[in-house]
């Protein structure tokens, strides 16, 4: 945290204990403005904090920068590889057979319009352990957040002192979704895609009235609703030009008999698919061992490319039977790395989202780590460098009473068209930090 950042963080926090009665109102007014304006999360108002996550100029823009670039490397990168042939990189990836055929199917460029990359800023700069692109959420409940953080009094107090400032992302989402539509449709008509039952329906209601705001037909349509109609697809009644897609691909097959006549149309390209199936390539986890391991990299990037993904990327390696390099030099037969190197790594299956059956090893048995190692080499899994995880106090209530306690917190900068976007942080006690696994968001401000 550089002192002005400090500064800010102390301003905020002195301003909550002056008065903490005041500080719980307005906690509580957070709660319920949230809930009057849709940042709702299954029903319940987004957990989160009166202080939003702050950081320096300095650090936001190398956050943005670093964030923008990885996704569009990574996105060439996945069209590059094993000469251009998707259904190769697919099988070396590890995608099962049926989503290899829908991530392989022809779509002109760009395979990725929106994104989220999950990093952390250390004080070497920023760290990505993930690209979020198959569906990523969140766009709409960062505004919104800022939106009501910064109506709050504390806000205001602190930022007459501490210039704060936040990047909405939903106008350049909006662009940035029309600029895919068909040539020559002067009107789209947009449908924003995901079952209706979904806990972030709320995020894409934002967005529909951002779309709105704007002049422009958008709806949001459930995949089991859809027709195929004169070569079209077709959601409420009428034509859809664009599909903003908030399903990922692995829900579609899931319901792929009550889905058939919109899978159909996208495969018949009945509309434009924002993002195309194509994304899935570049945001798979196993894509980090191809962008970190010099030998198979160094036909896809130049030096300086291979240079920036082992400054922003943790190492990285597919979990199979082989000799590598690994991190700190020399080379290793990766299982036996993975196994002795335990408190300095991470486990995750390739293809999870959501923090699901992620194990960290220095929090967990050396035994349960062994035998997840071997039962993940019959699967598709990675193991990857642990980055460490930043913390920071946060203002909480307890028993009716103020505390600043500390929190992980991991930076999740947006990615819309490579434009300058908004980004968001995610804040827990747990290392695997998400909202679906209890964790809470906050807007990401930016000092000065």
Not at 128 to 150: H, K
Not at 263 to 276: H, T
């Amino acid at each position: 945290m550089t002192p002005e950042v400090a500064a800010a963080v102390a301003a905020y926090h002195a301003e909550l204990g002056r008065d903490p009665r005041a500080a719980g109102e307005q906690s509580e007014t957070l709660r319920a403005e949230f809930a009057r304006r849709g940042v709702t999360f299954d029903g319940q108002p987004m957990a989160s904090f009166v202080r939003p996550h702050l950081v320096s100029r300095a650090a936001g823009t190398a956050l943005a920068r670093d964030g923008r670039r990885l996704v569009e490397l990574a996105a060439r990168v996945a069209r590059a590889a094993f000469g251009g042939d998707a259904f190769a990189l697919a099988d070396w990836l590890g995608l099962p057979r049926e989503h290899a055929r829908w991530a392989a199917l022809p779509a002109p460029p760009p395979d990725v319009v929106l994104s989220r990359a999950d990093g952390f800023l250390t004080p070497q700069g920023a760290r990505f352990i993930e690209l979020n692109s198959d569906a990523p959420a969140g766009f709409g409940y960062g505004d919104r957040m800022a939106e009501v953080i910064a109506s709050l009094p504390v806000f205001a107090a602190v930022a007459t002192r501490h210039p704060l400032s936040y990047a909405p992302s939903a106008p350049l989402l909006v662009d940035a979704v029309l600029r895919q539509a068909p040539q020559g449709v002067a009107s789209p008509r947009v449908a924003i895609v995901d079952f209706a039952e979904v806990k972030t329906r709320p995020d894409q209601e934002i967005l529909r009235e951002a779309f709105a705001a704007r002049g422009v037909d958008c709806v949001l349509a459930d995949p089991r609703e859809f027709e195929l109609a004169a070569g079209r697809l077709v959601a409420g009644g009428a034509p859809v030009d664009v599909v903003y897609r908030r399903t990922v691909l692995s829900e579609l097959l899931d319901h792929a008999a009550d889905v058939q006549p919109f899978l159909r149309g996208c495969e018949a390209g009945a509309a434009v698919l924002v993002n195309s199936f194509r994304c899935q390539l570049s945001e798979d986890k196993t894509l980090f061992a191809l962008l970190t391991d010099d030998e198979r990299a160094a036909e896809l990037m130049d030096a300086d490319e291979r240079a920036f993904c082992l400054r922003v990327l943790p190492w990285t390696r597919k979990l199979e039977e082989r000799r590598t390099r690994v991190a700190g030099g020399g080379e290793r037969d990766l299982v036996a790395h993975a196994i002795e190197a335990r408190e300095r790594l991470v486990l995750k299956p390739a293809h999870g989202y959501g923090g699901r059956s992620v194990f960290v090893g220095d929090e967990t048995d050396a035994a349960e780590w062994e035998r997840a190692i071997r039962e993940g080499l019959a699967a598709s899994w990675v193991v990857q460098e642990r980055v460490a995880i930043p913390e920071e106090p946060f203002p909480v209530w307890r028993d009716g009473g103020l505390a600043f306690e500390s929190f992980k917190v991991n930076v999740n900068p947006f990615y819309v068209a490579g434009a300058e976007a908004g980004a968001v942080t995610r804040a827990s006690r747990s290392s695997v930090i998400n909202v679906s696994a209890g964790g809470g968001s906050v807007p990401t401000f930016v000092v000065g």
